[in-house]
C-alpha cells in the first residue's frame, strides 16, 4: 500500500491529484472491465450501472482523489498511515450507526495487523 502514496507523491509533481487519480482508476476500471468480458461475464443493467456511477464518483473524488491531491502537501507514508486507519473508522461508526456490529477480538486483531502492514 504504501508504493501506492510513494507513486502519487511522484506523480502530483507532474500533473494535478485529481488527475493522476482519474487516470489510476481509469485505467483499472478499463482492466477489469475487459478481464471480466473476456471470461464471459456480461456488463450489468443501466440502473445498476448509473448507482455504480456515483458511487464510484463519490470514491474517486471524495476518496482516491483527495488522497492524491493530498500527496503534494503530505509525505507518502504519513497517506499510507491515514488510509491505514480508514477501517478503523469504519468500524467506529458502524459501531455507533448499525445495531448489528459487534467488536470481537478476531475485528481488532483484523484492524491491528492491516494498520501495522
Keep these: 500500500m504504501g508504493t501506492t502514496y510513494l507513486a ?3 506523480g502530483v509533481q507532474h ?3 485529481m488527475m493522476l487519480a482519474g487516470l489510476r482508476q481509469t485505467s483499472a476500471g478499463l482492466i477489469l472491465v ?3 468480458m473476456a471470461r464471459g461475464y456480461k456488463l450489468p443493467q443501466v440502473p445498476v450501472l448509473s448507482r455504480l456511477f456515483i458511487i464510484g464518483t463519490i470514491m474517486l473524488c471524495g476518496s482516491n482523489g483527495l488522497m492524491t491531491w493530498a500527496m503534494q502537501y503530505i509525505p507518502s507514508g504519513l497517506g499510507a498511515i491515514i488510509a491505514a486507519t480508514v477501517p478503523i473508522w469504519i468500524t467506529i461508526f458502524s459501531f455507533f450507526l ?3 456490529t459487534k467488536v470481537t ?3 481488532i486483531a483484523g484492524m491491528a495487523i492491516g494498520l501495522l502492514g
Design 105 to 107: 477480538g478476531q475485528l
Design 34 to 36: 475487459a478481464f471480466f
Design 15 to 17: 500533473m494535478h491529484g
Design 98 to 100: 448499525v445495531q448489528k
Design 8 to 10: 502519487a507523491r511522484i
